[in-house]
């Protein structure tokens, strides 16, 4: 059998290392920071932020054929009242309800919904992120 080839830490950290090092991470001659603080300081700093449009766009595809996928399974499986409780959107949304057109609609303003939510929800967190950090 063949032995493989492992390299070591610090080629490894090398590779991943950023080629600019931000402000906020240049070491100075009295700085006794280890290179392994440094990097994983860059890593979360990178990580934990969310991209708060990316973050709406997906909460708002979600919601959005959530909705569109309900109303159209009631609208299929039918019956004597189509989704009594489904129906009570119509109340938030104007124009939807319970049929195939009114799935569309809801579609959209699913979208509209979950994107605010979900930009909303991102970009508090980001805020309270900094806020940590600034503390």
Partial sequence: ???TVRPN??????????SVTPPSLSRT????ASPDAVLRQVIMTRVT??????????????????IFIATNWLVV?????????????GQFYIGYSATFVGSF??????FITGFALG??????????LRFRKER
């Fill in 105 to 110: 609609i809801g579609l959209g303003y699913g």
């Fill in 77 to 89: 499986k039918g019956g004597e009242v189509v989704g009594p409780h489904l129906s009570l959107l």
């Fill in 49 to 66: 932020q969310l991209d708060a449009t990316v973050h709406g766009l997906v909460t708002g595809i979600v919601l959005g054929l959530s």
């Fill in 1 to 3: 059998m063949g032995s």
């Fill in 9 to 18: 830490r610090r080629a490894i950290q090398r590779s991943i290392q950023p």
């Fill in 29 to 32: 001659a009295g700085d006794t």
């Fill in 119 to 128: 930009w909303f929800v991102a970009a508090l967190y980001n805020w309270l």
